[in-house]
């Protein structure tokens, strides 16, 4: 039986695991429960597809949408295993066949909806062999998360239907009380907790205030033309101006398509799958679209509005830069935001968590610290470092030592044992005698009075910046009291120092004009020089190919491995082991198709190509290993130390894939597989 990591080289043509998937895939395969929080991105499902491969029967996943079951079922079977899902969408025959497949073994992995998994579970109990239930978006289970669904709450009762299987939840999105309702809900046994870093440093993050809607418009087709031939998701607070955004980019030439509940099912499939198929650029979209969508390649997200909540904010420009190339997310920001934001949450049935968590998206869009660090403290994950990749880094406000003044406010949560709010701190340090401060017994504290020369708009601007800068965090089933982090602590104990951003005082208006003044984009990455032609190329034949196998293009190749082709071409069979995204089923099924269409792309532009490998063993009648060897000098020889350091400082020294193979005698393959196992590249 192969392991995970060969699994992993062998299907799925990745060389190395990413942070935490290793341990995660190793936590299943003891059958134990896990709890895995990983942003968007960072390979949530290869931590329940390998462990399927390895374990007895049929691994059951529990998904949402059925648009990305298909997709992932697709991608799945690109790569050489039985998945299916079983839903609506298929015909009755169909769903009878993927039950036969699943009862006789050969079906790996089963894709299937909350709801019909209640309707599905006696036929299950009787006729499958279940190691493992992994329940994607399981933030949906819990009323704190910010997309609760009533139909995952009967989840819970997994463990007693399936005693032998182990549960493993999934979300990109929760905060702390968020998981731990998750773990209460699907009453999990002898679980571990996974917390991947929610960084992801290729997205940038820029806000953008008091645009105009024109403004607003100018500024988005420059992104695009940015962009251009890439793909972006603009997304809108009200189906009328996701029409109206459509409407002006595709008069300005630009591939683009509104999207919204308002459109039937099928208007709707047809813009997601013209979407994912790279029919069309740009789609203008409420909220309702992107949680079924899979695409790595997506260069930007823009927010046309403030979003509901950090989670979906976060959970939205996720969507961009999949496939870890540098992309760009936007936010445009204005106080009619929230304004009718406000009325949705007064119309909700979670109007107190959900005003909070507005309170808190419009805290992101309007501070003064920088936004990624504000994202990481909001999901626990406290970081000291700015990122230099947001436009507050960029354009930074002016700073001070406020260790003092978070001294203050921090003794003052301490001294009333963290049972009060904002509105509370600020008063009790500018020493208003209150009616609840005195019945309290606040106003007897040491600290009460000792911030009075501050103003108290300032007060609130501070204590904003040091729940930001994660020196305190808000207990929302505590009356939203504040509580001091281990951070905190460490400023209140004197052992860390607190800086602070002099507040902006600036109007909309003028903060505009400032930023269109001062803001410089983030350049984005060359280090990978692809050739353009040749990546066009490669982009044709993978949309055939797509086409053929009616897959969505991104399922046969990602932008990111098409870009390493053209950026090192492989001229043989042999040169595509190694490179990334590339297993042995998809090289065995149409590895020859990418390479003939490279060899006739570098002919046709007259450059000179070395002759393969392929072409030495038709010819002569030898062995594949015989071939390199003549080829290479130092094919199928284990490499030393000497050969590792001599590899890393050519490298460093900017030769290409091709020139470290003549260098080293290896074939590039070769190369590229030694690179990443040395985590000189990815």
Same mark, same amino acid.
């Given at each position: 039986?192969q392991t995970p ?8 043509g990745y060389?190395?695991f ?13 059958h ?26 049929t ?17 799945l079977n ?16 169909e ?5 036969a ?7 790996k ?8 998994l ?15 239930f992994?329940?994607d ?5 819990s ?11 009967q ?5 007693d239907?399936f ?8 979300t ?13 809900q ?6 571990k ?10 997205l ?9 809607g ?9 992104i ?14 009200s ?9 002006i980019?595709?008069?300005a ?5 509104a ?5 039937s ?12 198929n ?16 899979d695409?790595?390649?997506v ?15 976060y ?16 936010? $445009?920001?204005?106080y009619?935001d ?10 909700s049935?979670?109007?107190e ?13 309007e501070?003064?610290?920088c936004?990624?660090?504000i994202?990481?403290?909001? $999901? ?46 600020a ?18 504290i ?9 103003t108290l ?11 930001h800068?994660?020196?305190?965090e ?28 002099v ?11 400032r ?8 350049? $984005?990455d ?5 050739d ?6 490669l982009?044709k ?6 086409d053929?196998?009616?897959?969505p293009a ?7 491995t ?16 190694g ?34 490998h392929?072409t ?9 290993m ?10 199928y ?29 290896r074939?590039n ?12 590249v990815?």
């Amino acid at each position: 039986m192969q392991t995970p990591l060969e699994i992993l080289k062998t299907v799925f043509g990745y060389s190395s695991f990413r942070p935490m998937q290793e341990d995660i895939i190793a936590n299943v395969l003891e059958h134990c429960d896990s709890l895995v929080l990983m942003p968007t991105g960072g390979g949530k499902s290869l931590c329940y597809q390998i462990p399927a491969l390895i374990l007895e029967g049929t691994t059951v996943v529990v998904s949402p949408l059925i648009s990305l079951m298909k997709d992932q079922v697709d991608a799945l079977n690109a790569s050489g295993i039985a998945a299916a899902a079983l839903n609506s969408n298929n015909s009755e025959e169909e769903n009878f066949k993927i039950r036969a497949q699943a009862k006789s073994g050969r079906l790996k992995i089963l894709y299937i909806s909350p709801e019909r998994l209640q309707r599905e579970i006696p036929w299950m109990r009787q006729n499958l062999r279940v190691p493992l239930f992994a329940i994607d978006e399981a933030h949906c289970i819990s009323q704190w998360g910010h997309d609760f669904r009533p139909e995952y709450t009967q989840l819970g009762n997994l463990h007693d239907d399936f005693p032998q299987a182990c549960i493993m939840a999934l979300t990109a999105t929760a905060d702390k009380l968020t998981k731990e309702d998750i773990v209460k809900q699907l009453r999990l046994n002898s679980y571990k907790v996974f917390i991947s870093s929610f960084d992801r440093p290729n997205l940038s993050l820029d806000v953008r205030r008091g645009y105009t809607g024109k403004e607003k418009t100018k500024a988005i087709l420059s992104i695009i033309k940015r962009h251009a031939n890439e793909s972006g998701i603009i997304y809108c607070l009200s189906r009328k101006n996701t029409e109206k955004v459509a409407e002006i980019l595709s008069n300005a030439g630009v591939a683009a398509r509104a999207y919204h509940a308002g459109m039937s099912s099928e208007e709707r499939n047809a813009v997601q799958e013209d979407f994912i198929n790279d029919k069309i650029d740009v789609v203008c979209a409420t909220i309702a679209f992107g949680m079924g969508i899979d695409k790595s390649n997506v260069r930007f997200v823009i927010h046309y509005n403030l979003p509901k909540s950090i989670e979906s904010f976060y959970q939205e420009i996720g969507r961009a830069g999949r496939d870890g190339l540098p992309s760009e997310t936007v936010l $445009f920001y204005s106080y009619q935001d929230i304004v009718t934001l406000r009325g949705f949450v007064n119309e909700s049935g979670q109007k107190e968590i959900n005003s909070e968590k507005l309170d808190r998206m419009q805290e992101y869009a309007e501070s003064l610290i920088c936004r990624r660090r504000i994202l990481l403290n909001y $999901f626990g994950e406290c970081d000291s470092e700015n990122c230099g990749n947001c436009d507050v880094c960029k354009n930074p406000p002016r700073r001070f030592d406020g260790t003092i003044l978070v001294q203050k406010a921090l003794s003052a949560i301490k001294r009333t044992n963290e049972q009060i709010g904002f509105s509370m701190t600020a008063q009790i340090l500018k020493g208003f005698n209150d009616e609840e401060i005195v019945q309290n017994g606040y106003d007897k504290i040491k600290t009460f009075g000792a911030g009075a020369d501050v103003t108290l708009k300032d007060w609130h601007d501070y204590l904003l910046q040091m729940l930001h800068l994660g020196f305190v965090e808000i207990a929302y089933n505590e009356s939203n009291h504040l509580k001091i982090t281990d951070s905190g602590k460490e400023v209140l104990s004197g052992k860390k120092i607190a800086e602070l951003a002099v507040p902006d005082r600036t109007e909309p208006e003028k903060d505009r004009k400032r930023k269109k003044k001062g803001f410089v984009h983030s350049a $984005f990455d060359k280090s990978v020089a692809a050739d353009d032609g040749l990546f066009e190329a490669l982009r044709k034949l993978r949309r055939d190919i797509a086409d053929e196998n009616n897959w969505p293009a991104y399922v046969v190749l990602s932008d990111k491995t098409l870009k390493e082709l053209s950026s090192t071409p492989p001229l043989s069979i042999e040169d595509l082991y190694g490179v990334f995204g590339f297993g042995e089923k998809k090289i065995e099924k149409f590895g020859q198709r990418f390479v003939d269409a490279i060899t006739d792309f570098l002919g046709n532009s007259g450059r000179s190509v070395q002759i393969s490998h392929d072409t030495i063993q038709q010819d002569n009648g030898m062995s594949h290993m015989e071939s390199q060897k003549l080829l290479y000098a130092k094919a199928y020889e284990p490499w030393s130390e000497e050969d590792d350091l001599k590899l890393e400082q050519l490298y460093n020294q900017g030769l290409t894939t091709s020139g470290l193979s003549k260098k080293m005698g290896r074939g590039n393959g070769a190369i590229r597989s030694r690179l990443r196992k040395l985590g000189i590249v990815e």
